[in-house]
DNA sequence: TGCTAAACGAGACGGTACGTCACGTCTTTGC
DNA sequence: GCAAAGACGTGACGTACCGTCTCGTTTAGCA
C-alpha cells in the first residue's frame, strides 16, 4: 500500500503536536478558561497565525487535542456479560476523567455552549461514535436474550452515559465501582419491588 | 423594645432587579459567552461598578438571575403514584430548560467549568435543593412499598437527572414525553427480560 | 452697622479646617494629580458631600488651603533700599517655596491650566494682590529717586517674579541667594556695559 | 559595509503621525485635562494600546507632540544687534504661543507639575535646547562688547524667559510688541537712574 | 429642655476613563 | 511559501474617582 502524498506546501507536523500537546498541558493544569490562545502559542513556540490558520476557535484547538486521548476509550468489549462489559467500559471512561483529560473536556463542554459549530463538531467526533459502538454492543445483548427485546436502546445509553456527564459536569466526583454497580443495578433490573433476581 | 435599625445605606432593589432581568433577557438571547459584564450594565441601565459591588463574577450573576427562576420547579407533586409523579416533575424541568431558561442554565455550567467558587455555589443552591426534594419524594414511594426497599436512592436520582444534563448540555433536544416515558420504564422496571409487568 | 446674619446651622469649622490640612499634607506629600476628593475626605475624617457642598473643584479646595500659607509672604519691608528690600521678599518667596507648599502651589497653577474660574480666582487672590505690594513699594523707591521714573512697574514686576515662576514651574531649583543677586543686579543695573557702579 | 538590521516589526509611521496631529488638535481646542487618552485614540483611529505601546502617559503624547511644533523657534538670528535679535525671537515664541500650540504647552507643564519624568523629559529636549542656542546668541553679543563681560548669562536667560512663562502659565495675555520693549529696555539699561542712554 | 432643621459621616448610585489583556487580522523577515 | 514574530484596531476586563443622591445621626439655636 503506498504512503499517500503529501501535500506540497504540507502543513507542519511538528507544530502541530505542539499546539496540541501545550493545549492538553495548559488546559489540563489551569483550565479552559484561564488559558489564551496567545498563552498556546507561547507554550508550544508557535506563530499565533500558525493556530489560526488551521483551527476556528481554541474550542476547535481543544476537541483536536481531546480526540487523540479519546480513541482507546470507544472499544467495547465483548465477554458475553452485557453488564460486565458495560461496567468495564463506563469504569474506563469514569477513570479517564480523573486525570488531566477530564478538565480538557470539561472545558471542551463548556466551549460548546456557547458555540454551535463546535457543539455540531463534538457530536460528530465524539459523541456519535461511542454512542454507536455502545448500541452496537447493547444490540448484540438483545440478540442473545440478555436484555428485553423490546427496550429503548437510545433511552438506555442515554441513561448510562448521562450519569457520567451529570457527575463530570457537576464536579461531583466521577463514579466509582460501587456507584457503577449500583446504577447498572437499576438499569438493568428496575426500581420496582417483585422482580426475581 | 427598640425596632431593629436598618441599614442605613441599602442596595438598591430596583438595580439588582434590572441586572438579573437584563441577564437573563441577554444571556437568553445571544448566549453566555457573547454577552460581557459591560452589556448587562448598559441593558440594566446601571454602572459597571453597581454589578462588581455585588457579585464577583459573570457567572454569579447569572446564577442568582437563574436562581429565580427555577423556584417552582423544585416542588414535587404526590398523587400517591411515584412513576406518574416523576414524570409529571421531569417534564416540567425539561419544558423550562426549552425557554430562554436553558440557555442561562447552559451558560451557567460552562462557567461553572472553570470557576470552583461557581461550582459549589450551583451545588449549594440549585442541585442540593432539587436533590433532596426528589429524595424524599422518592423515600414515600419506598414507604409506600412503590419501590425496592434495598435501591440505591442517589443511584436512581444521577440516573433521571443525569439524562436531562445530557441532553440540555450537548444540545440534543430535551426529553419529550415519549422519551421520559421510556427513560423511566427502563429505570423501574430495569432492562433484563423476564419481569412480569 | 448691623451684623451680617450668621446662618442658622453653620458649617462646621472643624470639618473646613480637616479638609484643608488634609488637602496640604496629601498634596504636599504625593502631589496634586495623585491626590483625589475621596482621599482628601478620607483623610480628613469627613464626608465626601461636605467637600462638595463648600468647593466646587480639587482645584479651589487647594486654593483656599494655599491662602492661608501664604498671607506673611506679601508684606514688603522697607528699609529705604529698594534693591535690598526686594531681595529680602524674593528670598522669602523662595525659600517658601522650597518647603510643601511649593508643591501645593504647583498643583494650583496645573489645575488652572484647566480651569478658567479657577485661574481667575488665583489672579484675583494670589497674583493682584502680591502684586500690588510690589508695586507700591516700587513706586515709593521712585518718589524717593532710587529708580528711574520712566521706568515701567508692571514690565519690572513681571522680570522679577516670572523668575520665580519659572523656576518653580520647571522644577530647576528655586533661587539662591546668588542667584536673586544676579538677576537684580541686572535688572537694576543693566546688561549693557558702559554704566558706572 | 553591512546594512543595519532593521527591526522585524517595526511600528506605523502613520498611527504615530495620527497620534500626534489628534493630540495638537484636540488639547488646543479643548485643553490638557479635558482630552483623555481615549478620545486621542478615538479621533486618531487607532486603538488604546497603540498609543500605551510607544507612551508611558499622557503627558509623555504631549511632549511629542509640542516637539514637531517647536522646532523653528529655537533659531535665534544674528542681525549684529543683540537687543532687536531677542526681540525678534521673544516675538515669535510669544506669538507661537497665542494659538493652539500655546494650549498644548500649559498642558505639558501642567502635566510636567505631577510627573518627574516628564518634567525631566521636558526639560532636555525643550528648555535646554532652547536655553543653549540663548545662551550661544549672547555670548555672541559678549564678545561683541555689547554686553557687560561681567553678566550672568544664566540670570538674563532666566530674567527674559521668566516672563513668557509667567505669563502663559498665569494666563495673563502673553506678551505685545511694546511690553516686550519695556522688559527689554529694564534688562539692557538697568532701573536705576543715571545711565546715559 | 425639648424641637427642628441644617450640616454631617457614610456610602450606594450612574458614569467616564484608566491601564491591561486577549482577540483575530495583517505585514514583515527568515528559513 | 509556510512559519516566527509581533504591531495593529477592537473591545472587555476590573478599578478608581467623579459628582449626585439618599440615608440615619449629630448639633446648634429657638421656643
Same mark, same amino acid.
Given at each position: 500500500?503506498?504512503?499517500? =502524498?503529501?501535500? !506540497?506546501? #504540507?502543513?507542519?507536523?511538528? =507544530?502541530?503536536?505542539?499546539?496540541?500537546?501545550?493545549?492538553?498541558? %495548559?488546559?489540563?493544569? @489551569?483550565?479552559?478558561?484561564?488559558? =489564551?490562545?496567545?498563552?498556546?502559542? #507561547?507554550?508550544?513556540?508557535?506563530?499565533?497565525?500558525?493556530?489560526? &490558520?488551521?483551527?476556528?476557535?481554541?474550542?476547535?484547538?481543544?476537541?483536536?487535542?481531546? /480526540?487523540?486521548?479519546?480513541?482507546?476509550?470507544?472499544?467495547?468489549? /465483548?465477554?458475553?456479560?452485557?453488564?460486565?462489559? %458495560?461496567?468495564?467500559?463506563? @469504569?474506563?471512561?469514569?477513570?479517564?476523567?480523573?486525570?488531566?483529560?477530564?478538565?480538557?473536556?470539561?472545558? %471542551?463542554?463548556?466551549?460548546?455552549?456557547?458555540?454551535?459549530? @463546535? =457543539?455540531?463538531?463534538?457530536?460528530?467526533?465524539?459523541?456519535?461514535?461511542?454512542? $454507536?459502538?455502545? &448500541?452496537?454492543?447493547?444490540?448484540?445483548?438483545?440478540?442473545?436474550?440478555? $436484555?428485553?427485546?423490546?427496550? /429503548? $436502546?437510545?433511552?438506555?445509553?442515554?441513561? %448510562?452515559?448521562?450519569?457520567?456527564?451529570? #457527575? @463530570?459536569?457537576?464536579?461531583?466526583?466521577?463514579?466509582? /465501582?460501587?456507584?457503577?454497580?449500583?446504577?447498572?443495578?437499576?438499569?438493568?433490573?428496575?426500581? &420496582? !419491588?417483585?422482580?426475581?433476581?
Amino acid at each position: 500500500m503506498p504512503a499517500a =502524498s503529501p501535500d !506540497p506546501h #504540507r502543513r507542519s507536523e511538528q =507544530s502541530r503536536r505542539a499546539i496540541l500537546a501545550a493545549t492538553v498541558e %495548559l488546559v489540563g493544569d @489551569l483550565g479552559y478558561e484561564q488559558v =489564551s490562545i496567545e498563552a498556546i502559542a #507561547r507554550q508550544a513556540g508557535v506563530g499565533k497565525q500558525t493556530i489560526y &490558520r488551521w483551527w476556528p476557535s481554541k474550542g476547535a484547538v481543544t476537541l483536536d487535542a481531546l /480526540d487523540e486521548s479519546l480513541d482507546a476509550v470507544v472499544d467495547f468489549p /465483548d465477554t458475553g456479560d452485557i453488564v460486565a462489559d %458495560l461496567r468495564t467500559q463506563m @469504569l474506563g471512561v469514569s477513570r479517564l476523567l480523573t486525570t488531566r483529560v477530564g478538565r480538557v473536556y470539561q472545558g %471542551l463542554v463548556a466551549a460548546a455552549q456557547s458555540d454551535p459549530r @463546535l =457543539s455540531r463538531a463534538h457530536l460528530d467526533r465524539v459523541i456519535e461514535p461511542a454512542v $454507536l459502538a455502545c &448500541r452496537r454492543r447493547l444490540a448484540t445483548g438483545v440478540e442473545r436474550g440478555e $436484555l428485553r427485546a423490546d427496550i /429503548d $436502546l437510545q433511552g438506555l445509553i442515554d441513561l %448510562l452515559y448521562g450519569v457520567i456527564y451529570y #457527575r @463530570l459536569l457537576l464536579h461531583t466526583r466521577p463514579l466509582d /465501582d460501587d456507584q457503577i454497580d449500583a446504577v447498572l443495578e437499576i438499569a438493568f433490573s428496575g426500581a &420496582r !419491588p417483585g422482580r426475581p433476581r
